[in-house]
């Protein structure tokens, strides 16, 4: 059915970029929007980043705003997350979903990104 997979998280020192992908499949990609988000150790889950299904207008967290820039293309049912100028804080398991996740939500392994010198 519903299958998200994350990749392209690894280990960066600060200041570094990576861009993480979310191949999607088993819902009709283009009709939803795409998020981002993460959970560093510790801490609850928590919205980085949005695009909407019809406009790709965007949407970041305060946190990441002018660093990360989310992106999707639907010719090939993934979503990606850019990130510049990566910081210590910015440690954290990266998953992607979309709509608006619920208790039945299913979500994906996630992708481990680790910022530190």
């Known amino acids: 059915q519903v299958q998200l997979v994350e990749s392209g998280g690894g280990l960066v020192q600060p200041g570094g970029s990576l861009r993480l992908s979310c191949v999607a499949s088993?819902?009709?990609?283009?009709?939803?929007?795409m998020r981002w988000y993460r959970q560093a150790s510790g801490k609850e889950r928590e919205l980085v980043a949005g695009i909407t299904a019809n406009t790709g207008r965007t949407t970041y967290a305060d946190s990441v705003k002018g660093r990360f820039t989310i992106s999707r293309d639907n010719a090939k049912n993934t979503v990606y997350l850019q990130m510049n100028n990566l910081k210590p804080e910015d440690t954290a398991v990266y998953y992607c979903?979309?709509?608006?996740?619920?208790?039945?939500?299913?979500w994906g392994q996630g992708t481990q990104v680790t910022v530190s010198s």
């Open positions: 979903n979309y709509g608006m996740p619920g208790p039945d939500t299913s």
């Open positions: 088993g819902f009709t990609f283009s009709n939803y929007g």
